[in-house]
Structures are given as structure tokens and as C-alpha cells.
């Protein structure tokens, strides 16, 4: 396996059922635990390291492209790319994380308002921008939610 392989497939979870379901708790799991670590908690390194993970995930998106075919099921980079999405500018709680994964694997899964058409840019854009929509979309319920907890507790 080359190297584009495993990234896009994160390190071989994409070639496991439920691949991207599974990339997306990984990634929760990772960020949890990056919180921990006191210079991780700066405002710049995950919309850093989000924006450096999209622009990973299109370069190797459109090299597995001729191999894999054209949004294959093996590529979850992009589930990680479109969590972290969720995730940014939110207080990393445990309660967050679980909320904004079932936020994220809802907009990714029934891809309303926009988000499937995202799917039809071309090689490894579309294959993570479809994502990194539902990543807003959850991100901003999310946003909305954590107020509302926050204002009504």
C-alpha cells in the first residue's frame, strides 16, 4: 500500500465497515486528548491542523482517485477533515465531542442543503468538500446548542 493510500484511507480504517463512522470517533478521540496537552489548547492549532488535514486530503483524494475510483469508501480523510470542522471554536467537553459526532455524521449521511452537490466538484475537492460542509453545518448547530446549555444552566 502507498503512502496516499494509507492517509486517505486514515491509516487503513476506511478499509473496515463503517470506516467513516469510525474515522470520525478516532478523530474525536484524538482531539480529546490533544486538548490535554497545554500547548494544543492555543485558538490556532486546530483550525490549523484542519485546514493543513482538508488540503491533505485533496492532494491525496485526487492521487487514489485512478486506483480507487471516484469517491471510494476506503477514502475517510475527509469524515476527519469534516469533524474537525465541527469541532472548531468549541469547548472541547466530552458531552461537545459526543454531540457535535452525532451532529456531523447527521449532516454527512443524509447530505441536505447543498451538501451532496459538493460531491460533484471535481477529484479530491469533492470528496472532501461535501464534508467539510457538513462539518459547517453541524459546527453551527453545535454553536447553537452549546449556548442554548450554556445560557439556560
Given amino acids: 500500500m502507498n503512502l496516499n493510500k494509507v492517509i486517505a484511507s486514515w491509516g487503513g480504517i476506511g478499509y473496515i465497515k463503517g470506516g467513516g463512522t469510525i474515522a470520525a470517533i478516532v478523530t474525536c478521540l484524538l482531539i480529546y486528548f490533544a486538548n490535554e496537552q497545554l500547548w494544543l489548547q492555543q485558538v490556532w492549532v486546530l483550525p490549523l491542523a484542519t485546514v493543513v488535514i482538508t488540503l491533505l486530503g485533496i492532494y491525496v483524494g485526487n492521487q487514489v482517485e485512478p486506483d480507487w475510483g471516484k469517491d471510494s469508501y476506503r477514502v475517510v480523510i475527509d469524515e476527519v477533515a469534516g469533524q474537525m470542522v465541527t ?6 467537553t466530552t458531552q461537545n465531542l459526543i454531540i457535535g459526532l452525532i451532529l456531523f455524521r447527521f449532516f454527512d449521511m443524509l447530505k441536505p442543503l447543498g451538501i451532496r452537490k459538493m460531491e460533484d466538484l471535481k477529484g479530491g475537492t469533492g470528496v472532501m468538500m461535501d464534508d467539510v460542509l457538513a462539518g459547517v453545518y453541524a459546527n453551527i448547530v ?8 450554556s445560557r439556560f444552566n
Avoid: D, E, K, R
Avoid at 469541532?87 to 472541547?92: N, T, V, W, Y
Avoid at 453545535?142 to 446549555?149: C, D, G, R
Fill in 87 to 92: 469541532l472548531l471554536f468549541i469547548s472541547l
Fill in 142 to 149: 453545535l454553536q447553537v446548542i452549546v449556548f442554548a446549555i
